[in-house]
């Protein structure tokens, strides 16, 4: 079992659509997937078309141990993926983590004990809290999205911080970078994806994801992009990330 997190501090840069379709194409690869949704804003849980408002458990329960992690995981429409929902109550557990020894490990120990899955998918909220702290403390591998415009490197250097930080503790998830939102009519779309694979070399993903309406369309539609339009670019693109993780 591989566990994936999917991190960036920054909003706005593609993390959530990166991990519901992801998670949808490793699915779809015949893979059983398991996307835990450790974001109070439960954006992957409503993207996925479930009511993040009327759930009898979600990620709360576990993070504050009133719950088993496989209590709470539901099928999603999109056969061999399941999701552990949450919603906003998981600021409680994030609030009440802080003052807790050893809070950095309570994922990581709740996932451990999962059986049957090919992968755990990890989205994160955009910030650098309790949670992605959580998420990637448990995590084997992190993507970190990456929106191509001029001040994409300098949003990168706190994630980059926390994770040299968690290395030295022992904590050393494999570091994977990539390109979202690019717009190859920009020029400053080529400048950027040159600067950012110069730095970061080979951890960059092949694939990039392009700037595609369809992709901001399907969350609306409760729809992961291989459902709502599974012959757009967006989708295309994310078939071929999933290709390249599973390679």
């Not at 951890?203 to 291989?226: M, T």
Request: include cysteine; aromatic fraction near 4%; hydrophobic fraction near 40%.
């Amino acid at each position: 079992m591989e566990v994936i997190a999917v991190a960036n501090q920054k909003g706005g840069c593609g993390k959530t659509t990166t991990t519901v379709n992801l998670a949808a194409y490793l699915a779809l690869r015949g893979s059983h997937v398991l996307l835990i949704d450790l974001d109070p804003q439960g954006s992957s849980t409503t993207h996925l078309g479930i009511d993040k408002d009327n759930l009898p458990k979600n990620m709360n329960e576990v993070m504050m141990e009133r719950a088993k992690l496989e209590d709470i995981i539901i099928p999603t429409t999109v056969n061999g993926l399941e999701i552990a929902p949450t919603n906003n109550d998981l600021v409680e557990a994030d609030a009440v983590l802080t003052s807790k020894v050893g809070r950095e490990k309570r994922l990581k120990k709740k996932v451990q004990g999962l059986n049957g899955y090919d992968y755990v998918i990890i989205d994160t909220p955009p910030a650098l809290g309790n949670m992605t702290l959580n998420a990637l403390v448990a995590s084997d591998k992190v993507i970190v999205p990456i929106q191509v415009e001029f001040f994409a490197v300098e949003g990168l250097k706190t994630l980059i911080r926390m994770l040299d930080e968690l290395d030295e503790l022992g904590y050393q998830p494999k570091r994977r970078y990539l390109l979202t939102m690019c717009d190859n009519r920009r020029k400053i779309t080529e400048e950027v994806s040159t600067k950012i694979r110069g730095l970061l070399g080979d951890a960059v993903f092949k694939v990039v994801i392009p700037e595609n309406v369809r992709l901001v369309e399907a969350p609306a539609q409760g729809q992961p992009i291989c459902l709502y339009d599974p012959f757009c670019s967006g989708a295309l693109s994310y078939k071929d990330l999933a290709d390249e993780v599973a390679a």
